[in-house]
């Protein structure tokens, strides 16, 4: 088993929801810990940059445009194969193909809307944790 860290978004839908507290205990639950954290409403800038592997797939502008819809609360999470295990806790992409009790079957509305992001690779949760947070607003324990 590795230690890991990866980065979470809950998403616009789920923010708007008031399911942030229910989100992170998923998390506490899963044996993530909660190492850096913020609330922040994405310009559409940052939205592009954050989603660039995604720019030339059909989807992409619906989801840059569900990313600035609201505020978001974006977090880095650490633990014993944090990324996988933030997948599995998060579910498929997709709601309707989410496995009972994941974050995304409980709270997502559809595959745009669908409460969370997560990294899906040791180099993306790299990329991702440090376009959002500087080594000074990590706090492993
Ligand atoms: P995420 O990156 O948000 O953790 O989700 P994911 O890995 O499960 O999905 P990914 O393939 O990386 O897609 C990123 C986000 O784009 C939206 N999407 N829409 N309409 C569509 O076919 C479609 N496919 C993907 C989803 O909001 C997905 O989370
Ligand atoms: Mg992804």
């Known amino acids: 088993m ?15 929801k008031n399911v942030i507290g229910e989100i992170y205990s998923r998390f506490e639950k899963g044996g993530l810990k909660v190492v850096a954290s913020k ?18 797939r059909p989807f992409f502008n619906a989801l840059v445009e569900f990313m600035i819809s609201g505020p978001v609360m974006i977090q880095a999470l650490e633990g014993e194969n944090a990324i996988a295990k933030n997948r599995e806790l998060m579910g498929a992409t ?3 193909d989410a496995a ?6 409980d709270f997502a509305d559809s595959i745009d809307a669908n409460a969370v992001h997560g990294s899906d690779a040791p180099e993306t949760a790299a990329v991702e944790i440090a376009y959002f947070f500087a080594s000074t607003e990590i706090f492993p324990r």
């Open 2 to 16: 590795a230690l890991e860290r990866t980065l979470s978004i809950i998403k616009p839908d789920a923010v708007a």
């Open 39 to 56: 609330m922040k409403h994405l310009s559409r800038k940052e939205a592009e940059g954050f989603y660039a592997v995604h720019r030339e």
């Open 94 to 96: 997709n709601p309707k």
């Open 100 to 105: 009972p009790g994941t974050i995304r079957a």
